[in-house]
């Protein structure tokens, strides 16, 4: 089976921290792409389809928290999976409150982020799904109704 | 009066026993001896207060007896006895470190006064030194709890600065054991000593996180969030989590659990953390075969849990200094020397206590003892 590579934003302002991961995502078969500040975050989504966004929570000017709000607010669809070097759970938990699928303590175990990597991106599959067939059905009814 | 303790030291028998009769009367009872090396000797074996010396003695002369005092008995303090023509010496001997001296023939109220003189300023100087150790001693604890507020403070600072680069190292090496893997790298020559090398850093990054993300749990003290918990599932949970540890040594957990136990107010979240740790450290203590047993039990507005193991017991010299940061008898990699220290903080920062006791060759018990309701404090939250 030929793996559907999953379109991957590295937010973090650790630039080689992003680097590594994203040459590690790629090799895995992964589309990883590289964002190094809150704005620079939201730039892209603007520009490019992503289907999940690995966010770090600590991060100068725009902090994890608020990019994770931003882009809920205007890209509902993609899915968060936040990155903390906090070690507070707390943060994590309310960064979940505000939508984003789940979270990792940094250092982040690889097998724990393909894992949440790969709920997340079925949960947005899936949402995508359910939409497809929602339009599907307005659409049937419209036609019924002419 | 009679708590001087007074020693009169002269050759001429006749006067000393004299003296000591009168100063008797008076309610003093002085000790005697009648040459310098025989003072000595007194001296080594019980403590003065105040010496009446004579200077004229034969053998050692009494300015030398005074030496010898005020080296090795210093809060002892000498009043000389002179001659009416050598009162050179006592003022030689003042210069030497004696409280005063007197000519004879002395009168005996003047010598009592003189006495009790210098017994009040051997008590003063007993009393500034007791003060001083005693100062002495605060501060040096004062220190010792700043050290500890600021190794928190500084901690937290070092964990998060450590654990981006460990990131960064993590990603790194896993990415060139993927690379190892690829199909055109199956020929590269002396590949299994990248992968042993390659796994030795993974091995070592693990071992840093460990350390860092504990020192981060310790420091938590601002955003403790309070909840109710659940006391008997919280501790049915963390069994079932370290069961299969217990399991593959053979050690039997066994709860005994006081059923009246039902919620109370605290930190789940760090609760679980000093269960955690407090039974993984017991199954490590324990050999193969041995029992755990937890009890848990509710006396008055405080639940008590323990924690006992037949383990090895600790030695009475590691019992003070295991709550220490850093402190572990565990080979390099296997503890961090934090565990415990977090426990402790967490509890009293709970308004809790822990509690150690062992022995050895027997087993270790800790008990924890945590208020029903835990006082909210400033700078905590309700969840």
Request: net charge neutral.
């Amino acid at each position: 089976m030929i793996k559907v590579p999953t379109r991957i934003l590295v937010v973090d302002d650790e630039k080689d921290f992003v680097q590594m991961l994203s040459l590690r995502l790629k090799e895995e078969g992964e589309k990883p792409t590289p964002a190094y500040s809150g704005k620079e975050c939201l730039e892209t989504l603007k520009n490019e389809e992503i289907d999940v966004v690995i966010l770090d929570i600590k991060m100068p000017g725009m902090d994890g928290i608020e990019t994770l709000r931003e882009v809920k607010r205007r890209f509902p669809l993609v899915e968060v999976i936040m990155l903390t070097g906090h070690g507070t759970i707390e943060t994590a938990v309310e960064g979940m409150k505000l939508g984003a699928s789940d979270y990792l303590l940094k250092p982040a175990d690889f097998e724990d982020l393909s894992a949440k990597l790969e709920t997340a991106r079925k949960r947005k599959d899936e949402q995508e799904e359910r939409i497809r067939r929602a339009e599907a059905r307005l659409l049937m009814r419209k036609v019924g109704e002419i | 009066m009679t708590n001087i303790r007074l020693l009169l030291v002269d050759d001429e028998d006749d006067f000393r026993r004299t003296i000591a009769k009168r100063l008797t009367k008076r309610g003093i009872c002085p000790a005697e001896a009648g040459n310098g090396e025989e003072c000595l000797a007194i001296l080594e074996k019980k403590p003065v207060d105040v010496v009446v010396l004579d200077v004229r003695m034969p053998g050692m002369s009494g300015v030398e007896v005074l030496h010898h005092i005020k080296k090795k008995h210093p809060k002892t303090e000498v009043i000389l006895l002179t001659g009416h023509a050598t009162t050179q010496d006592g003022v030689e001997g003042i210069k030497s470190g004696a409280f005063d001296y007197l000519a004879k023939p002395v009168e005996l109220e003047h010598l009592l006064g003189k006495i009790k003189q210098a017994h009040e300023k051997s008590r003063r100087g007993e009393e500034k030194l007791r003060e001083a150790e005693f100062r002495a001693r605060m501060e040096q604890q004062m220190i010792a709890t700043k050290r500890l507020a600021s190794l928190g403070t500084l901690a937290v600072g070092v964990a998060h600065e450590i654990n981006n680069p460990l990131a960064i190292m993590k990603e790194s090496a896993g990415w060139l054991k993927l690379l190892l893997k690829k199909e055109e790298l199956a020929e590269m020559p002396r590949k299994q000593d990248f992968d042993m090398a390659l796994n030795k850093i993974e091995e070592s990054i693990e071992r840093t996180r460990r350390i860092t993300h504990q020192l981060l749990g310790f420091v938590r003290k601002s955003d403790s969030a309070l909840a109710k918990v659940d006391l008997r599932g919280l501790v049915d949970e963390i069994v079932q989590s370290v069961n299969r540890e217990a399991a593959n040594k053979n050690i039997e957990i066994v709860q005994k659990v006081d059923h009246s136990i039902d919620t109370i107010w605290s930190d789940p979240y760090q609760l679980r953390q000093v269960l955690i740790n407090l039974l993984t450290n017991a199954i490590q203590a324990t050999g193969s075969g041995g029992k755990i047993t937890i009890i848990l039990e509710a006396i008055g507005e405080e639940v008590f849990l323990t924690v006992h193991d037949t383990g090895k017991g600790i030695p009475k010299e590691d019992l003070e200094k295991i709550f220490e940061p850093f402190f572990s008898t565990k080979s390099p990699g296997e503890g961090t020397g934090l565990g415990l220290f977090v426990t402790r903080s967490i509890i009293e920062k709970l308004d809790g206590k822990i509690e150690v006791e062992s022995e050895l060759g027997r087993g270790t018990s800790f008990c924890v003892k945590l208020p029903k309701q835990h006082q909210i404090k400033e700078g905590e939250r309700v969840s």
